[in-house]
């Protein structure tokens, strides 16, 4: 098979773990069109996971949540975090998920998608959220989604009441499957640098 239809595998992080979440529908259409795009894209929710509060004690790497969470993003050749924007920031879940990763991220493209009430998607949570992931050794790409108006954004099935975001989520998915299948290359080819 050509490199360019291997399938990628490309779990989605749903970072709302709130009660009445709306999160859950954009990471629902995020999976939809990772698959029609011929990709795996389980849904990582942090709120089935529970992980706890990084602390670092040794037992927390044996955690079921922390081994699922962990394994899903060892075997991922890239990854789409979804945030909502919680004051300004991505949410304290995201960053706690975070904190219990070691190397499963490092020189893997991923994608930051944001929420938010507001017009604007969430992008304050996107921003921050790349930074803290280039400190994984992640390579976040240039494209995110930006779901704003969550309120009317989804039907109450759930759809996109606004069809139009399928494709900017299609533009994303096509940037990011190029730069997975160049970095799987790359990992697979090329010697590291000394500084890992
Ligand atoms: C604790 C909290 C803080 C929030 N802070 C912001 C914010 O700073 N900016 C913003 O645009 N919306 C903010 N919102 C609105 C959320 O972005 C909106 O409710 C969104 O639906 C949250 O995602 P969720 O439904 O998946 O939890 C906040 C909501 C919560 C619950």
Same mark, same amino acid.
């Given at each position: 098979m050509p490199e360019n239809d291997?399938?990628?595998?490309?779990?989605?992080?749903?970072?709302?773990?709130?009660?009445?979440?709306?999160s859950h529908h954009a990471a629902r259409v995020l999976h939809d069109r990772l698959e029609a795009a011929g990709h795996e894209a389980p849904i990582l929710d942090l709120r089935e996971l529970d992980l706890p509060i990084f602390t670092g004690a040794d037992e927390q790497d044996s955690h079921p949540g922390v081994v699922a969470f962990r394994a899903a993003l060892a075997r991922s050749d890239a990854s789409v975090w979804l945030s909502p924007e919680?004051?300004?920031?991505?949410?304290?879940?995201?960053?706690?998920?975070?904190?219990?990763?070691?190397?499963?991220?490092?020189?893997?493209?991923?994608?930051?998608? #944001?929420?938010?009430?507001?017009?604007?998607?969430?992008?304050?949570?996107?921003e921050a959220l790349k930074a803290v992931l280039i400190e994984m050794r992640a390579l976040p790409i240039r494209e995110s989604v930006h779901f704003g108006d969550a309120r009317n954004l989804?039907?109450?099935? #759930?759809?996109?009441?606004?069809?139009?975001?399928?494709?900017r989520v299609d533009t994303m998915i096509a940037d990011l499957a190029w730069h997975a299948r160049a970095l799987r290359w790359a990992r697979a080819t090329l010697p590291l640098p000394d500084r890992r």
């Open positions: 291997v399938p990628l595998v490309v779990p989605v992080i749903l970072g709302s773990v709130r009660d009445a979440r709306r919680y004051n300004h920031a991505y949410t304290g879940a995201i960053k706690n998920a975070i904190d219990h990763v070691g190397d499963e991220l490092r020189r893997k493209p991923v994608a930051a998608c #944001g929420l938010s009430g507001a017009g604007h998607g969430g992008i304050r949570a996107t989804f039907a109450e099935d #759930g759809s996109l009441a606004r069809p139009e975001f399928n494709g």
